[in-house]
């Protein structure tokens, strides 16, 4: 059964912490993304990685940097955490060619930035 | 801009009674399309895809949904409806090939038994 798992459910942090978030999947996917799921506007993406130590900007990249050292891990950093940054973020991961075939999501971190 | 829509936020409608959920997008070429299912606590799974062919698409857990080149729809459907399909559900497209997916804003469903 193919796997995506997120490091926390839910994660309560302060303003200008730095925050991370991390993704793991057992599928052996080439391409690893990161997305923010907010009411009514669906998923945007924030970054995607397709190689070990490759990184391309999303729609909403700002406030957000990654991290890919090995081909299973996918690490999403937050430098300053900042409230507007209060979200449910989901990371995905799909085999290597078209970015869109099928995407298998984790269960999701709730975010709270007080 | 280029969009994807989906005009219902929330639907309610009772077990058994059938569903059509609406998906339209503002894309030139036919993009292809995806319907994703996010049941409470989960992640998304994927329920469908069009890619091209035949218009009518089957996907898992009964439903289908119809591409409808005309009217830029791609709207989901099944007969009769489950307490357990209450869930929230995004249309997701792409414009063409080499982009990325971009989702609706999703349509919450809630069942009445």
């Known amino acids: 059964d193919v796997k995506v798992t997120q490091s926390s459910r839910y994660l309560v942090k302060r303003t200008g912490e730095k925050v991370f978030l991390e993704c793991v999947q057992d599928m052996d996917h080439e391409n690893m993304f990161w997305y923010r799921q907010d009411p009514g506007l669906g998923l945007r993406l924030i970054y995607f990685?397709?190689?070990?130590?490759?990184?391309e900007k999303g729609d909403i990249p700002e406030g957000y940097s990654v991290s890919r050292e090995k081909k299973e891990r996918f690490s999403l950093i937050l430098e300053s955490a900042s409230t507007n940054q209060t979200s449910m973020y989901l990371c995905?991961?799909?085999?290597?060619?078209?970015?869109?075939?099928?995407?298998?999501f984790g269960p999701g971190t709730r975010l709270t930035v007080l | 801009a280029q969009s994807v829509t989906q005009p219902d936020i929330h639907i309610t409608v009772s077990e058994g009674a059938s569903l059509e959920l609406r998906c339209n997008y503002s894309?030139?070429?036919?993009?292809?399309l995806f319907w994703y299912v996010q049941s409470p606590g989960q992640g998304l799974q994927l329920l469908l895809k069009?890619?091209?062919?035949?218009?009518l698409v089957q996907g898992i857990k009964g439903f289908e949904a119809e591409f409808k080149r005309s009217q830029s729809s791609f709207n989901l459907r099944k007969p009769s409806v489950h307490w357990s399909d209450a869930a929230e559900y995004f249309c997701?497209?792409?414009?063409?090939?080499?982009?990325?997916?971009?989702f609706g804003g999703g349509t919450r469903l809630m069942v009445k038994p």
């Open positions: 894309y030139g070429a036919t993009p292809y």
């Open positions: 995905a991961s799909s085999p290597q060619g078209t970015y869109y075939n099928e995407q298998f």
């Open positions: 069009y890619f091209s062919g035949d218009t």
């Open positions: 990685s397709y190689d070990v130590k490759m990184k």
């Open positions: 997701a497209v792409v414009p063409n090939a080499g982009n990325m997916l971009t």
